[in-house]
């Protein structure tokens, strides 16, 4: 397994690994070329370590494994943060470490799959911390990350596309989709833009009112 770059720029994104299901070596090398600071949540700390990942930042609240060090002594120096507040996730307290820590922009991996609840509340953290940081979901089928109101980017035919409403998403215009929105409505639970797809090769364009919307950029492994 390849260590990330030695660097410390917080222009660069951070990494964190969370504790959902693992993604592929090829996903996760990817990622590991591009992240200055690599922060490991406690309970995917003996996994990460199996692949032999280098280690900035390891936290959580250890309530699996209360000697962590034991375990990081050959990943010296890496810096071990005890969090024991009940009152957020694991997730949400390591964004909070790299935000003050001026990190403006955050990859994250790991975090969907497993246990349904989980995935869910990480996902939902990407509209929480929109204003402070770039926040980005990475797995093998999907890149999760909040649009901001005026959006464009060019992409292939066929390439899978779905708008997630958090709440109710006013106002939607598209263009460049194979079903596109003029003033639309998205709420979550009752009309979701998933499973749509560009046209035709070139820009996708979507602006929307009111409300937070999330982009899911798909695509089928197999």
Same mark, same amino acid.
């Given at each position: 397994?390849?260590s990330?770059h ?8 951070a990494?964190?690994i969370?504790n ?6 090829d996903?996760l090398n990817q990622?590991l070329?591009?992240?200055p600071i690599?922060?490991?949540?406690d309970?995917?700390l003996?996994?990460?370590?199996e692949?032999?990942?280098?280690i900035?930042i ?11 060090e ?11 943060i005890?969090?024991?507040?009940q009152?957020k ?5 390591g964004?909070?470490?790299?935000l003050s ?7 994250i991996?790991?975090a969907?799959?497993?246990?349904a609840d989980h995935t869910i509340?990480n996902?939902?953290n990407?509209?929480?911390?929109q204003?402070?940081a770039?926040l980005?979901?990475?797995?093998d089928?999907?890149k999760?990350?909040c ?6 980017k060019w ?5 899978p596309? +779905?708008?997630i409403?958090?709440?109710i998403v006013?106002?939607? !215009?598209? %263009?460049?989709?194979?079903? /596109?929105l003029?003033?639309d *409505?998205?709420?979550i639970?009752?009309?979701?833009? +998933?499973?749509n797809?560009?046209?035709e090769?070139?820009?996708i !364009?979507? %602006?929307?009112?009111?409300? /937070?919307?999330?982009?899911m *950029? ?5």
């Amino acid at each position: 397994m390849s260590s990330h770059h030695i660097v410390r720029d917080t222009q660069e994104p951070a990494l964190i690994i969370a504790n959902g299901e693992a993604c592929s070596l090829d996903l996760l090398n990817q990622l590991l070329e591009w992240n200055p600071i690599v922060m490991v949540l406690d309970g995917a700390l003996q996994r990460v370590l199996e692949l032999g990942i280098k280690i900035d930042i390891v936290l959580g609240d250890f309530d699996r494994e209360h000697h962590p060090e034991n375990f990081l002594a050959h990943q010296n120096p890496v810096e071990i943060i005890h969090t024991p507040d009940q009152n957020k996730t694991d997730l949400e307290k390591g964004i909070d470490l790299l935000l003050s820590r001026n990190h403006k922009a955050i990859n994250i991996i790991w975090a969907t799959g497993r246990r349904a609840d989980h995935t869910i509340n990480n996902i939902s953290n990407l509209v929480r911390y929109q204003e402070q940081a770039t926040l980005v979901i990475y797995d093998d089928y999907s890149k999760i990350y909040c649009l901001p109101k005026k959006f464009d980017k060019w992409y292939t035919k066929g390439t899978p596309i +779905s708008l997630i409403p958090i709440g109710i998403v006013s106002g939607i !215009t598209t %263009t460049g989709l194979k079903y /596109n929105l003029v003033q639309d *409505e998205l709420t979550i639970g009752y009309k979701s833009g +998933s499973s749509n797809e560009a046209a035709e090769d070139g820009t996708i !364009t979507i %602006t929307y009112e009111q409300g /937070n919307l999330l982009m899911m *950029e798909c695509w089928d492994n197999a």
